[in-house]
């Protein structure tokens, strides 16, 4: 099961891909960790990719493809693969098919967390972390019991991200929509796009995804 898993920063995109690597042993590949680990590796593509970077310049389509195409080198053919960050572009699209082509693959699914964008900026902006342990809060959501004092470890310091802030979020919604909107078509023609209310509870989401996933198999002719 090869999918494409979309949705904008905030819309729990990693939570769900986490989710799907434990229960069903798939392998999240995100181009950005994927071009970093290429290149501390030293393998044909990351060199070339480090070139690139070092002379201030952007990694070009066929560098990712190439990034893309060691990983999956590196896996067996049964191991699902989730696509994080790729493709952003029709042409990055005609890529991944190719580039599953050549190794006897197939995307199953692309499959889109639907956000508000109005809840959105809500979920985001009150979010803030234990400065000491990490545990994680909301303005909205999820106070500590005690104010000012962390549930898990007792720290009265606390700290939020600098960039979740409304006019950040707004912004990276537009660059989300604009980068989505030339690939959704292609998949949505071949009939393999869904969307699940990425708004709802961690459980519904995973819930609902699953279903997509479990679906498709029990389709799939049996031998």
Same mark, same amino acid.
């Given at each position: 099961m090869n999918i494409i898993l979309l949705g904008p920063p905030g819309a729990g995109k990693g939570t769900q891909a986490t989710q799907l690597v434990d229960?069903?042993?798939?392998?999240?590949?995100?181009?950005?960790?994927?071009?970093?680990?290429?290149?501390?590796?030293?393998?044909?593509?990351?060199?070339?990719a480090k070139a690139v970077m070092e002379a201030g310049q952007l990694v070009s389509d066929d560098i990712v493809s190439g990034i893309i195409g060691e990983a999956l080198d590196d896996l067996s053919t049964d191991t699902g693969?989730?696509?994080?960050?790729?493709?952003?572009?029709?042409?990055q699209a005609e890529s991944l098919d190719e580039i599953l082509s050549a190794r006897g693959r197939t995307l199953h699914h692309v499959i889109e967390l639907e956000v508000n964008e109005d809840a959105l900026v809500e979920r985001i902006t009150g979010r803030f972390t234990c400065a000491s342990c990490g545990e994680g809060y909301h303005d909205s959501f999820k106070l500590p019991k005690v104010a000012g004092i962390c549930d898990r470890c007792g720290s009265t310091e606390f700290k939020r991200r600098p960039d979740d802030n409304e006019e950040t979020v707004r912004t990276r919604m537009a660059e989300y929509r604009a980068k989505t909107a030339p690939i959704l078509p292609?998949?949505?023609?071949?009939?393999?796009? +869904?969307?699940? &209310?990425?708004?709802?509870d961690m459980a519904h989401v995973s819930s609902a995804i699953? +279903?997509?996933? &479990?679906?498709?198999?029990?389709?799939r002719p049996q031998a």
């Open positions: 229960s069903r042993g798939m392998v999240q590949l995100s181009t950005g960790d994927m071009l970093r680990a290429a290149v501390k590796a030293g393998t044909p593509t990351g060199l070339k693969v989730i696509f994080d960050g790729y493709p952003r572009t029709a042409a292609i998949y949505e023609a071949r009939g393999i796009v +869904s969307r699940v &209310d990425g708004m709802a699953a +279903s997509i996933l &479990d679906t498709s198999i029990l389709d």
